[in-house]
């Protein structure tokens, strides 16, 4: 139904996309599009199931959603894409319940697009503030004071990675993983999520969800924990 692209082809089980992604349109575009001719009834045939109705939905409006909504509020090409396709599966699964209002389906799709770009800049902002007390917290059981010497700082460099690394290999190995490429590497989203084979989106939870698997197992060996991962 839609083109898939490079980074997008895993789809959704059972959902819309499940077999060809939503398509990244082009940016740049801005302003209140016209509504399509008749679009009423192109609505309620997708509200029965026609695909193609439906994707002619999503080519008229995703530019303009992608472009006016969702980069503006984001800042961000990569997750104004995500929050776009993120934002037409919601609206597939909703439609049915889709109450028809004057003069065109965009108010709505607009609004979806705004709360869904809501819920990532909420997320992204908790995991940052994990992401910079688990660093504090991986410096934190370095232990003794800063060494004086050139020698020992490469000695206490190592004995840091090593108790980091006795707490990772008690862990889901998923997790411990994007810990590793993600915070400790300092690989960027991108590279990370292609080396995992998940979507961006789906990065961002793993990290979220291994910070806090992270903060168990330092619990479980005994080693203080920073104030933001309590």
């Given at each position: 139904?839609f083109r898939?692209?490079?980074?997008s082809?895993?789809?959704t089980?059972?959902?819309?996309?499940e077999?060809?992604?939503l398509a990244l349109?082009c940016a740049?575009?801005s302003?209140?599009?016209?509504?399509?001719?008749?679009?009423r009834?192109i609505?309620?045939?997708?509200?029965?199931?026609?695909r193609?109705?439906?994707e002619?939905?999503?080519?008229?409006?995703?530019?303009?959603?992608?472009?006016?909504?969702l980069?503006?509020?984001l800042?961000?090409?990569?997750?104004a894409?995500d929050?776009l396709r993120?934002?037409?599966?919601?609206?597939?699964r909703?439609?049915?319940?889709?109450a028809?209002?004057?003069?065109?389906i965009?108010?709505?799709?607009?609004t979806?697009?705004?709360?869904?770009a809501?819920?990532?800049?909420r997320?992204?902002?908790?995991?940052q503030r994990l992401?910079?007390s688990f660093l504090?917290?991986?410096?934190?059981?370095?232990g003794p004071?800063p060494?004086?010497?050139?020698?020992?700082?490469?000695?206490q460099?190592?004995?840091?990675?090593a108790?980091?690394e006795?707490?990772?290999e008690?862990?889901?190995a998923?997790?411990?993983t994007?810990?590793r490429?993600?915070?400790?590497?300092?690989?960027d989203?991108?590279?990370?999520?292609?080396?995992?084979?998940v979507k961006l989106a789906t990065l961002?939870?793993l990290?979220f969800?291994a910070?806090k698997?992270?903060?168990?197992?330092c619990?479980?060996?005994?080693?203080?924990l920073a104030?933001?991962?309590r």
């Amino acid at each position: 139904m839609f083109r898939a692209t490079s980074r997008s082809r895993r789809g959704t089980s059972g959902s819309l996309a499940e077999n060809e992604p939503l398509a990244l349109p082009c940016a740049g575009v801005s302003g209140r599009p016209q509504p399509l001719p008749d679009e009423r009834a192109i609505v309620e045939r997708a509200q029965r199931g026609d695909r193609r109705a439906f994707e002619r939905l999503y080519r008229h409006y995703a530019s303009t959603i992608y472009g006016y909504v969702l980069v503006p509020m984001l800042g961000d090409r990569d997750d104004a894409h995500d929050c776009l396709r993120e934002t037409f599966m919601a609206a597939h699964r909703a439609l049915p319940k889709y109450a028809w209002r004057e003069p065109s389906i965009y108010a709505w799709f607009k609004t979806l697009a705004k709360n869904k770009a809501r819920d990532l800049l909420r997320a992204s902002g908790r995991r940052q503030r994990l992401r910079g007390s688990f660093l504090d917290h991986v410096e934190s059981i370095g232990g003794p004071p800063p060494p004086s010497t050139a020698g020992e700082e490469e000695v206490q460099r190592t004995q840091l990675r090593a108790k980091i690394e006795s707490v990772l290999e008690t862990m889901n190995a998923r997790y411990a993983t994007v810990l590793r490429m993600r915070l400790l590497e300092d690989r960027d989203r991108k590279s990370c999520a292609e080396a995992l084979d998940v979507k961006l989106a789906t990065l961002d939870v793993l990290l979220f969800r291994a910070c806090k698997a992270f903060r168990t197992a330092c619990e479980k060996h005994g080693v203080p924990l920073a104030t933001e991962l309590r």
